[in-house]
T-cell receptor
Framework: QQQVKQSPQSLIVQKGGIPIINCAYE??????FPWYQQFPGKGPALLIA?????SEKKEGRFTISFNKSAKQFSLHIMDSQPGDSATYFC??????????FGAGTQVVVTP | GAVVSQHPSRVICKSGTSVKIECRSL??????MFWYRQFPKQSLMLMAT?????????EQGVEKDKFLINHASLTLSTLTVTSAHPEDSSFYIC????????????FGPGTRLTVT
């Protein structure tokens, strides 16, 4: 059973567009919500992470929006570039440090 | 900083043999390391949590006698796939949490295992 639901499965945007990826969770024990970027054949790399006491966090072109009451969070990629084409995973972490990953979203940014 | 390496990056072995994968934290001490498995175009699935100096904790459905994990030092954890079969072919990824750290995990580049 997927503890973190991620959508969409894939999306295509033009350069400069803003891909938005959404995730939802059920377990209120989760208190750490990171986003990872993964290129084919590589390990995931941490992009940005948020804790439940904050509703929004920005790092460079990446923004997380977090809605604690709805148990949802999303990633926005501002001014997307072809180099951003990758698979993005949301995750939720508990106090033991274990992460549950979403299913992933394949993002394609066209020139 | 916070670099995690894995060795080998790719390995091909015959069915019935065992394969060892190493995960090292290069510039920090890791009291906890995690092992994940990822099938093509799928998500990462946590297999086990490895704490330095103690037995690993396996997730439900993961055979601990098949996937042997050893975390003998603060910079090295190993995963041994015993009596490998073709269905064990997958991308194995480790991550490490810095000693004193709470949440952030640093991921290795992964090991592609192919069992023929």
């Amino acid at each position: 059973q997927q503890q973190v639901k991620q959508s969409p499965q894939s999306l295509i945007v033009q350069k400069g567009g803003i891909p938005i990826i959404n995730c939802a969770y059920e377990n209120t024990a989760f208190d750490y919500f990171p986003w990872y970027q993964q290129f084919p054949g590589k390990g995931p790399a941490l992009l940005i992470a948020i804790r439940p006491d904050v509703s929004e966090k920005k790092e460079g072109r990446f923004t997380i929006s977090f809605n604690k009451s709805a148990k949802q969070f999303s990633l926005h990629i501002m001014d997307s570039q072809p180099g951003d084409s990758a698979t993005y995973f949301c995750a939720a972490g508990d106090s033991w440090g274990k992460l549950q990953f979403g299913a992933g979203t394949q993002v394609v940014v066209t020139p | 900083g916070a670099v995690v390496s894995q060795h080998p990056s790719r390995v091909i072995c015959k069915s019935g043999t065992s394969v060892k994968i190493e995960c090292r934290s290069l510039d920090f001490q890791a009291t906890t390391m995690f092992w994940y498995r990822q099938f093509p175009k799928q998500s990462l699935m946590l297999m086990a949590t490895s704490n330095e100096g103690s037995k690993a904790t396996y997730e439900q459905g993961v055979e601990k006698d098949k996937f042997l994990i050893n975390h003998a030092s603060l910079t090295l954890s190993t995963l041994t796939v015993t009596s490998a079969h073709p269905e064990d072919s997958s991308f194995y990824i480790c991550s490490a949490r810095e000693a004193g750290g709470l949440y952030e995990q640093y991921f290795g580049p992964g090991t592609r295992l192919t069992v023929t």
